[in-house]
């Protein structure tokens, strides 16, 4: 038997590292693994070192041309600024009965309002977002910030300096958004000077929440994380 390890192909090992990872990772940390690990184990591995990160992005998107042909419900998107492993739309049903993600991960409408304001308007203030609404959002804003979809960005010039709110990474993640950019109907919000009421979100919160249902399930825990905000 020939002692010669026969070591997998860069997109192979990509493919791993993006089964393993819990979150999306860009080509800058998948080349940093590959670094780590030729210094590491040494010998053999240490040809993957040298490897540059467009060679990297060049890899990712041949298993992503690859993958949906090979008939395994797999597929790899562009999420957050980064490249995750996730289940094919069409078979979501199955993927969210086993993981029961129909009740754990939807978001109430009260929770979805708030967070398409907030999501439109960053850096935004409570009072606002409260101004928008029309109602008290403290509740609200709290469930928001325990689920890591919100995070406070920092405070107001304003007498008191009230917090400022803005979405998270796992917000990009949840949606399936590569960035903000992505959000639908931002431009036309950014020619809205001051909106009313949140009669003018109805259609990007159902683009949202359309967009959070085709989102990639993960792992078993993370599908725990969600639970409906009143």
């Known amino acids: 038997m020939s002692s010669i390890e026969v070591l997998p ?6 493919g791993a ?20 690990a030729g210094a590491s184990y040494g010998g053999p591995y240490e040809q993957f070192a040298g490897i540059k990160e467009d060679e990297v992005m060049a890899s990712v998107e041949e298993l992503k041309n690859e993958l949906p042909h090979g008939g395994t419900g797999l597929c ?7 490249y995750r492993l996730q289940n ?7 993927v969210r009965t086993l993981l029961d993600k129909d009740h754990n991960a939807r978001l109430s409408k009260p929770a979805l309002e708030t967070l398409a304001i907030i999501a439109y308007r960053q850096p935004i203030l409570r009072s606002e977002i409260e101004s928008v609404r029309g109602v008290a959002v403290d509740q609200v804003l709290r469930n928001l910030v325990e689920m890591q979809l919100v995070k406070v ?10 917090w400022l709110f803005g979405t998270t990474q796992r917000f990009l993640e949840h949606f399936g958004l590569r960035s903000l950019e992505e959000m ?6 950014k020619r809205m000077e001051k909106p009313e009421r949140t009669k003018t979100f109805p259609a990007m919160e159902k683009e949202l929440e359309l967009r959070a249902e085709q989102a990639a399930t993960e792992d078993d825990d993370e599908s725990g994380e969600f639970e409906e905000a009143d």
């Open 9 to 14: 192909e860069l997109k192979q090992i990509i």
């Open 184 to 189: 639908p109907g931002m431009e036309e919000l």
């Open 76 to 82: 790899i998107a562009e999420v957050a600024h980064g």
């Open 153 to 162: 960005t920092g405070r107001s010039d304003l007498p008191g300096r009230p």
């Open 17 to 36: 590292l993006l089964f393993a990872a819990k979150k999306p990772l860009t080509a800058k940390e998948i080349h940093k693994v590959l670094v780590d």
């Open 88 to 94: 094919e739309i069409n078979c979501g049903p199955w």
